[in-house]
């Protein structure tokens, strides 16, 4: 009698232990996406965290120094700007079991523009994604490669400065002239 009352009572108790465990459980989507790093080296991570911590992550896996910006960017070649929502969660930005590749991010400090360059080989991809890839690319460095408009006051000081490889040049063809 004694031993029934002994095994009811230790079934009980470890029916209490488990509802109590599961009770601390806390169950959340787990959204894993892969990137693309370095010669098609690839990392598989929890989307579930701030994009700070998700960036900081992958800037020590990837050996990246922790004071570079980078970004993501997904096989449509959209850029995915978690650098400017670093207390959001990364799961409103990137979809689940999806593939994202590493940019550079370098910031021109006179001017504020952005310059993105790939951190992965564009040559191990296949040649559609790479073609997608590089137009997005050369898009969004467009901004880099125009002449830039000078302003009213620079333009005084660049016309007024004196050309003398023009008149030398002048002489030159009218002296082959003769």
Do not use: W
Not at 8 to 20: E, F, K, L, P, Q
Request: proline share 3%; hydrophobic share 30%.
């Amino acid at each position: 009698m004694e031993t029934s009352r002994r095994n009811s009572s230790v079934s009980s108790i470890s029916a209490i232990r488990t509802t109590d465990v599961r009770k601390h459980v806390i169950l959340a989507p787990c959204t894993f996406i892969r990137i693309i790093y370095n010669e098609n080296q690839q990392l598989l991570l929890n989307s579930y965290s701030s994009c700070r911590r998700l960036l900081d992550h992958m800037k020590s896996i990837a050996g990246i120094h922790p004071d570079e910006i980078i970004d993501l960017i997904d096989h449509d070649g959209k850029l995915k700007q978690l650098s400017t929502h670093l207390d959001d969660y990364a799961t409103q930005f990137l979809a689940a079991r999806s593939t994202y590749y590493i940019l550079k991010v370098e910031v021109d400090t006179t001017t504020g523009e952005k310059r993105y360059t790939p951190y992965f080989n564009l040559d191990q991809l296949d040649q559609r994604l790479c073609i997608v890839l590089t137009n997005t690319l050369n898009t969004l460095n467009k901004s880099l490669s125009k002449p830039k408009r000078i302003s009213g006051t620079m333009r005084q000081y660049i016309t007024s400065q004196p050309s003398t490889t023009t008149s030398q040049s002048k002489t030159k063809r009218s002296s082959n002239r003769k």
